[in-house]
């Protein structure tokens, strides 16, 4: 694998500077999720994973969601590092988005630290910041996490990225 990293700006981290395997860390960064004019989250205590070549992935307490409904979808998937995660749809104002954020209500030990926070992903919403950042989804629609000015890339889920 030969990746051409992003030169970083003042204040950047680069996303190849991230350890593999993935880690979890409290986070304070202001995350705030709003659509069709509501704030659907936000918080000042999230959870933060961070993984070699992915932009950050923010966990949100259950207790950060405003305005809106969780609603448990049927839909699976596994995580080599924290174990099975289960999806979630949301509902707000009559409109359902669906399978928009997923959580891991029994993580593996080393992830204990996201139980039943919720992690949710950029596109479906009108907007998604981190400290006022706007963020662009991560690429490659499986990925979660969320770029913004303070993290260089380049990032997995470009074509060409499957193997990194």
Not at 69 to 90: F, M, N, T
Not at 114 to 124: D, E
Request: aromatic residues 12%; glycine residues 10%; neutral net charge.
């Amino acid at each position: 694998m030969n990746v051409t990293r992003d030169p970083t700006g003042p204040g950047q981290e680069s996303v190849w500077s991230f350890p593999r395997p993935a880690v979890a860390e409290a986070c304070s960064h202001h995350i705030l999720i709003r659509h069709r004019g509501q704030t659907i989250a936000e918080a000042r205590d999230s959870v933060r994973v961070i993984e070699t070549s992915h932009p950050p992935t923010y966990y949100l307490p259950p207790d950060s969601i405003a305005n809106a409904r969780l609603i448990p979808s049927p839909h699976r998937s596994i995580c080599e590092w924290k174990g099975q995660a289960s999806y979630v749809d949301l509902e707000l104002g009559g409109e359902t988005l669906q399978q928009v954020g997923w959580l891991y209500r029994s993580p593996t030990p080393a992830f204990r630290i996201l139980a039943n926070f919720i992690a949710f992903y950029a596109g479906p919403f009108d907007e998604c910041l981190v400290d006022g950042h706007r963020v662009t989804p991560q690429p490659g629609g499986f990925y979660g996490g969320w770029i913004t000015p303070l993290v260089a890339g380049p990032f997995k889920g470009i074509p060409g990225s499957r193997f990194w």
